[in-house]
């Protein structure tokens, strides 16, 4: 059964975005050929791997690649450091707040994703209310150029994904046994070392699992580099999506896409294994 | 040869190894220590015994360190502890959930505390090995907790916890988790750990079975305030209030008016019947109202009227075979239910009474406490 899942929702999709990378642009609809409608055997042997001979030809597709992994890896790292403490405050939490507290953290999901980022072009442009309330408490002259650099990405990606971060770690610091401080404690452990021998390698499953929930999505992230970016930050979904939609190109979008997915799926199976890993060791 | 009894409580010189001086603690409004005085020795197992909520957990946490007195003295061998964070103190602690780290193997969770004293290589693994070996732990010292039983994980936890050589081991409910034959024969075995390596044990229980077991002195606690510290004989043959008698094993409680006749001879009057005799150091005024405590095992149970005192009649209202002994409801002409015990010394004998029979129960004038409350 889940196999069936697999194959129409991933598989399936999959073979025909390969198909189409494996094609030729045209002035057509749909605009690549050869199609179904020139025969399976002809369509076959008209295919070939010239796009993906193409991406690496043109150094805008491994730079934008790389761009996209160092950001996404950047920021994963932020909403680590960030998600981290907030996880374990609310771990910590007394009970009666948790359920509260999880809300709120649930809360801006509520809202379109959309409206949340442009939201924030409001916040960071240079009239934006951060620049207005730091001018009127005086910390600034002039005005920051935060909106469209890449500081402006790593606020937005981290602002975005910051809930799949710390629902892992907290899920994890919370089943955390407090007599297991305790106990480390009474064995000779100062409180800072009883966090780095006891909690932050039993939360260590949390930990990979937020990082790999945001970094995967990161990856690929287009509607925060394009709307906060600007034209300086290069990332792969932005160029996926001019070559789809500007370019009109849909054999080489697809190529693009092919490789980002290869990319994508090497953590992905580290995830995997990861949680299996896990579910050994809890068995 | 003559054999000197462990008792350094009764030795006026003898330096305590814990002495709490009028602790008191407070969390909020709650009182959960009540001005508490108490002196523990060294070597000596020490049972910390009462119902939940009776404060029993919150001192063993202040020897920890996890917790710290409002008010009063707390001191380690002569030195005053208040305030030592719990990885300072030459205390350690096992905890009733075990708390065993689950990333750790059995043997680095044994080598845990020794590690971060910063104990020298070869001097750690003599330790553990001499730790898996004292808990028959040998095989398993390279699985994870998961991986062993109940009983098994009981053991590690307490090689973790004796592993450092403290000077005082604190266990809280260390046997709760176990089931009853299994507790048995654990109680027995740290007995002899406690024995072996000469540890001063304080243990926390709400099992009054499993304190006689285990304890040279046990500690009876109700509403953050001790009632009574005694050995196991003492504090079952001569509980020194109605709450101590009650909570450990059973008893029969007879309330009455009582006066003096002759020396350390009390009569009481009972609801009208033949007044009952019973011996007692405590020196009641005339008329003053006594609880005499009768432990089950101590009356007699006889179809005809024995000799001597303390003879009532009643009738049988229940029976219950427990294999070893057998105890007898006796219902009195007021109603009150007395408990009589007795062994089932025979194999095969013809049970002389049954249910409804008319019977008479009688004690002898020591058998029974007089308590004032």
Aim: hydrophobic share 50%; with cysteine; glycine share 6%.
């Amino acid at each position: 059964m889940p196999y069936l899942w697999l194959l129409t929702l991933f598989l399936i999709p999959f073979v025909i975005v390969f198909k189409i990378a494996l094609s030729d642009a045209a002035l057509a609809i749909p605009p690549y050929m050869p199609t179904m409608k020139d025969g399976l055997s002809a369509m076959l042997s008209q295919l070939d791997f010239e796009n993906f001979v193409f991406l690496t030809e043109d150094d805008l597709y491994w730079k934008a690649y790389l761009s996209s992994l160092k950001i996404a890896f950047i920021s994963t790292v932020l909403t680590l450091l960030l998600g981290y403490p907030i996880a374990y405050a609310m771990a910590r939490a007394p009970h009666e707040w948790r359920a509260t507290l999880m809300m709120l953290i649930i809360l801006p999901f509520w809202t379109s994703f959309l409206i949340r980022v442009y939201a924030w072009v409001g916040i960071l442009s240079t009239e934006g209310l951060l620049n207005r309330f730091l001018f009127w408490i005086g910390a600034i002259s002039e005005p920051l150029m935060i909106l469209n650099t890449s500081t402006a990405v790593y606020i937005g990606i981290v602002y975005t994904y910051i809930p799949f971060m710390i629902l892992p770690i907290y899920a994890a610091l919370e089943r955390l046994d407090a007599s297991l401080i305790e106990a480390a404690e009474d064995l000779g452990c100062s409180r800072v070392k009883a966090f780095w021998l006891i909690t932050i390698p039993l939360s260590k499953g949390g930990i990979i699992a937020g990082c790999f929930l945001v970094f995967i999505p990161a990856l690929g992230e287009f509607v925060i580099p394009s709307l906060l970016g600007g034209s300086g930050t290069l990332m792969i979904g932005k160029v996926l999506f001019e070559e789809f939609f500007s370019n009109r190109d849909w054999p080489v979008a697809s190529a693009v896409a092919v490789i980002l997915l290869i990319i994508l799926i090497i953590p992905i199976i580290l995830f995997q294994r990861n949680e299996q890993r896990q579910q050994e060791a809890e068995g | 040869m003559v054999e000197t009894v462990f008792e350094p409580w009764s030795d006026p010189n003898a330096d305590p190894l814990i002495s709490f001086k009028n602790v008191t603690k407070f969390f909020g409004d709650f009182v959960a220590i009540d001005d508490l005085t108490l002196d523990i020795f060294e070597r000596e197992f020490f049972a910390l015994l009462g119902p939940s909520g009776c404060g029993k957990t919150t001192m063993m946490r202040m020897l920890a360190g996890f917790e710290n007195p409002t008010s009063g003295s707390m001191s380690l061998s002569g030195h005053d502890i208040a305030g030592i964070p719990p990885n300072k103190r030459a205390v350690n602690m096992m905890f009733q959930s075990y708390a065993l780290f689950p990333h750790l193997s059995v043997w680095e969770n044994i080598a845990f505390g020794l590690r971060r004293d910063g104990v020298a290589k070869d001097v750690l693994h003599t330790r553990v090995e001499e730790m898996l070996k004292l808990t028959r732990l040998e095989k398993f010292g390279r699985r994870k907790p998961h991986q062993i039983s109940g009983g098994q994980r009981q053991r590690v936890a307490l090689a973790r916890s004796l592993a450092k050589a403290p000077k005082l081991l604190l266990l809280d409910e260390p046997l709760g988790a176990l089931d009853k034959k299994l507790r048995q024969e654990t109680q027995f075995e740290l007995m002899d750990i406690q024995e072996q390596t000469g540890t001063t044990f304080v243990i926390v229980t709400h099992d009054q079975e499993e304190a006689m077991t285990v304890a040279s002195r046990v500690a009876v606690m109700d509403e953050g305030r001790i009632i009574q510290v005694a050995t196991p004989e003492k504090i079952y043959e001569g509980p020194n209030s109605v709450y101590v008698a009650d909570f450990i094993g059973d008893v029969n409680i007879l309330t009455g008016p009582v006066k003096a006749v002759g020396a350390d001879t009390y009569l009481l009057d009972f609801d009208g019947m033949e007044p009952m005799t019973a011996a007692s150091d405590r020196t009641f005024a005339e008329g003053a109202t006594a609880h005499l405590a009768i432990r089950p095992e101590k009356i007699g149970i006889h179809v005809e009227r024995p000799e001597g005192p303390n003879s009532v009649q009643g009738k049988v209202l229940d029976i219950a075979y427990l294999g070893n002994l057998s105890t007898y409801h006796v219902q009195l002409p007021n109603g009150q239910i007395i408990k009589a015990q007795t062994a089932n010394t025979r194999r095969v004998s013809r049970r002389a009474f049954t249910w409804e029979d008319p019977v008479w129960v009688s004690w002898s004038a020591t058998a029974g406490v007089l308590l004032d409350r």
